[in-house]
């Protein structure tokens, strides 16, 4: 009795223990991006520089995600994750330790950030590529497990930037790096511990080789990747439509948030006040969706959520209403975006063949994120061009046109439910999960 009562448990560890890493890794991620930018102003006192950072890290991580799926399916996104966080600790920690030394000049810390992105990439889909194992092991909805990360990374968001601020204030930046270098080796240490269930089964040779099991080249292994996403009209359609919003609500948060705090009077600080309450009130949707996102019609979920939090927005800070409505506003947008990544993260899963999920993830990834770098030259470029208000509503009206598109298009009722709500646990204890990789 006491074996059955423990085992559901003890099947959710390596669920645990991963949301716990993607805990702690948001965390240093957000860390990171407040800390590296200010030790590069702080020391050279170039915003030129200062944007190359941002660049020599973004871009070699789209360009790696992209081309690191064959090979997060060829070694296992365990051990990839764990790798990945393990070499990001190392060089992530050369930062503060070169500063401190006097030599880490700013070809160097390019090097550096460019390397760790390139990790990062790899890294990041292996993490992702991670949850259907976690949810067959868990015997968990899709839906639970993707909400509870989306509900991490929307705290991260809220508090993680104030964190970030402290520790910059009060240790100095060089030292904040350092705290995000260790979060790297917590992370790789936790994943080490809780996800060995997760270590796929050793297979006997057999006497004939199957045709299927042959080797092929990593080029043949990518192209198979991108084949599995570009038919697939849902998931290729979405990852576009992602791409095109967080190039939108880049634009918005680099550049159109910033002056309108400026033009308004509103001040700097009323930013931070709408990233908190917008992130707040997101985490609390996305753990709404998590405990009863099974219930939940997906295609309508995306419809609503979008329309709320996508439109108005813009609106409302193209007319200038006062401070305390676009609050509001934060609380009932943030609220529905929680429920998005929830549902898009359970469609894609169900969609990718299971041997192909760290190829096609990592793409699919990577071209959720490919416009971003454009995102702050897109709303400088409108701002000079037409004004704040009238930028605002470009930008709005582009994000409400992308979005609601799948309304006008059969094919995305695909997005429904594709798999039943659970996955049955695995047979034994004592098996391991198989995992092809």
Known sequence: MSLRLTRPRMQRIPLYGWLTAEAISLLGTRISMIAIPWLVLTTTGSPTQTGLVAFAEIAPMVLFKACGGPLVDRVGPRRMAIGADTLSFLVVGLIPVLHHAGALGFPLLLGLVAIAGALRGPGDAATAALVPALVERAAVPYERATGLSSAIDRGATMVGAAIAGGLVA?????NAVAIDAVSFGVCALLLLVTTRSLEPARVEATSEPDRHEM??????????????????SVLMSLAVMVAVTNLLDLAWSAVLLPVWARDSGAGIGAVGLVFSVWGGASMLGALVAAAYGTRLPRFATYLVAYLITGLPRFVLFAIGVPLW????????????????NPVLGAVTFERIPREMVGRVTALNSALCWSLMPFGGVLGGLLISGMGLSTAMLVVGFAYFATTMAPALIPSFRGMNRQLPATVEPTPSPRDPLQLVS
């Open 170 to 174: 009060t240790v100095g930046a060089a």
């Open 215 to 232: 080797p092929t080249s990593y080029a043949a292994e990518l192209r198979d990747g991108w084949n599995v996403l570009r038919r697939d």
């Open 325 to 340: 409505v676009i609050l509001a506003m934060c609380v009932i947008g943030g609220a529905s975006s929680g429920f998005l």
